[in-house]
C-alpha cells in the first residue's frame, strides 16, 4: 500500500529556507495518473494549498506563495521536495505531502487529494 | 479566489446521532467539490469526491451532496472514531488554485 512520508528539519529561523521531502513508498512516484501536492495547517488554523508538481517536473503553485515556493522532484529517490524562502512565524505550520488522483474525461480532470502524509510540525522562530 | 464557506464552525453530537455540515462557494464549482477528515496526529482521511462518490474504504454511512455553490457532508448514525475536524475543498479551477473551507469541528456532547 502506498505511503507518504515527509521529513525535514522542526525548526527553522526567520528569514532562512525551509527544505522537507516526501519519500513515496510502496508505489511510484512517476506514475503519469497522479500530481503530487503540498498544503499546511498553521496551529489551530485551516489548511492551505501550497503547490502540486508532476513527475515531469510540470508545477502549479498558490499565487499568495509563489515568489517564496520550489517544488522539485527526484524520481530516482521516488521523493518530491519543497523550498520555502525567507520565512517568517506566520510559516510555522504542519506541513503535508499528498498524492492527487483526478477523473479524467471530464474537463477540466476532478482533482483531489487523495492519499495524504502523516505531516510534519515546522515551527519558524529564532 | 473562489472563497469556500464552512458552516457550522463547530458541533456537539452523539454517538448515534445524524449531522450534517454545509459548504457554500463564493461561485459556482459544478461537483468539483471534495471533503476531508482531519484527526490530530494522523493522516488526512478523503471521504468523498466530485461531491458525492464516497472514497473507497470509508464506511457508507458518510455521504455528500451538492451542485454549483452549496455542499453537504451528512453523516448518519455516528460513531465514535467520527469525532474529527471536517474540511471540504475545491477543485474547480485551472490553473489550480485550490481552496479549503475554515474546518467543523465535531465533538462528543
Known amino acids: 500500500q502506498l505511503q507518504l512520508q515527509e521529513s525535514g528539519p522542526g525548526l527553522v529561523k526567520p528569514s532562512e529556507t525551509l527544505s522537507l521531502a516526501c519519500t513515496v513508498s510502496?508505489?511510484?512516484?512517476?506514475?503519469?495518473?497522479?500530481?503530487w501536492g503540498w498544503i499546511r495547517q498553521p496551529p489551530g488554523k485551516g489548511l492551505e494549498w501550497i503547490g502540486n508538481?508532476?513527475?515531469?517536473?510540470?508545477?502549479h503553485y498558490n499565487p499568495s506563495l509563489k515568489s517564496r515556493v520550489t517544488l522539485s522532484v527526484d524520481t530516482s529517490k521516488n521523493q518530491f521536495s519543497l523550498k520555502l524562502s525567507s520565512l517568517t512565524a506566520a510559516d510555522t505550520a504542519v506541513y503535508h505531502c499528498?498524492?492527487?488522483?483526478?477523473?479524467?474525461?471530464?474537463?477540466?480532470?476532478?482533482?483531489?487529494?487523495?492519499?495524504w502524509g502523516r505531516g510534519t510540525l515546522v515551527t519558524v522562530s529564532s | 479566489d473562489i472563497q469556500m464557506t464552512q458552516s457550522p464552525s463547530s458541533l456537539s453530537a452523539s454517538v448515534g446521532d445524524s449531522v450534517t455540515i454545509t459548504c457554500r462557494a463564493s461561485q459556482s464549482i459544478t461537483t468539483y467539490l471534495n471533503w476531508y477528515q482531519l484527526k490530530p496526529g494522523k493522516a488526512p482521511k478523503l471521504l468523498i469526491y466530485a461531491a458525492s462518490i464516497l472514497q473507497s474504504g470509508v464506511p457508507s454511512r458518510f455521504s455528500g451532496s451538492g451542485f454549483g455553490t452549496d455542499f453537504t457532508l451528512t453523516i448518519s448514525s455516528l460513531q465514535p472514531d467520527d469525532f474529527a475536524t471536517y474540511y471540504c475543498q475545491q477543485s474547480y479551477v485551472v490553473p489550480p488554485m485550490y481552496t479549503f473551507g475554515q474546518g467543523t469541528k465535531l465533538d462528543i456532547k
Open positions: 499528498a498524492r492527487l488522483d483526478a477523473i479524467f474525461g471530464v474537463v477540466p480532470s476532478h482533482w483531489y487529494f487523495a492519499l
Open positions: 510502496g508505489g511510484s512516484l512517476s506514475n503519469v495518473s497522479h500530481y
Open positions: 508538481i508532476y513527475y515531469s517536473g510540470t508545477t
